[in-house]
């Protein structure tokens, strides 16, 4: 283990090392180029904040608003029939927004249910299974400059839900 610890403290500088070197064995203007590079993500950064903002203030705006805690209670007959837990419905939804909000979510629930009951085990399974469409949509597509996203949005949906079923599924055979 005290290997490894050391080979991590002198990784990261062989690799900056090496690819200065290179770079140079390249001929290549490296710190130019790296400047370039920076003002290039300096610039995706503030072309990308507005829509990070938003994002952020909406799903902010809804969870303290109660209206997660009001979509669960109107879709509980269908989840529970479905074997998803209600209060893993404003999860779902909050996922597909922001990750970081989801994550608190997920602690609030493995405080009241606990992270190794149905709902614990659920959500574990689920975090990993979903991914926040609207966020690396928003994100790459306008970093990237795409302005037809075609059947995006469908299929990630789709993903969502299929990743949804296989965390019920999966959860329930550990239980």
Request: proline share 3%.
């Amino acid at each position: 283990m005290n290997i490894m610890t050391q080979m991590s403290d002198v990784i990261i500088p062989i690799i900056i090392f090496f690819v200065v070197g290179y770079g140079m064995a390249s001929r290549v203007k490296v710190y130019e180029t790296f400047l370039r590079g920076a003002k290039e993500g300096l610039r995706i950064v503030v072309d990308i904040l507005p829509t990070l903002v938003g994002l952020m203030v909406a799903v902010g705006v809804l969870r303290t608003s109660g209206f997660f805690e009001l979509l669960g209670v109107l879709l509980s007959p269908l989840t529970e029939a479905v074997g998803l837990p209600v209060q893993l419905v404003p999860l779902l939804v909050v996922k597909m927004f922001s990750s970081s909000a989801a994550t608190g979510l997920v602690l609030d629930i493995f405080k009241n249910s606990g992270p190794d009951s149905y709902a614990g085990m659920v959500t574990s399974i689920l975090m990993s299974c979903t991914e926040t469409i609207f966020y690396t949509m928003s994100v790459y597509f306008l970093a990237a400059r795409v302005t037809r996203t075609r059947y995006t949005l469908t299929g990630a949906l789709l993903a969502t839900l299929v990743g949804t079923v296989a965390s019920i599924l999966l959860a329930g055979m550990m239980v």
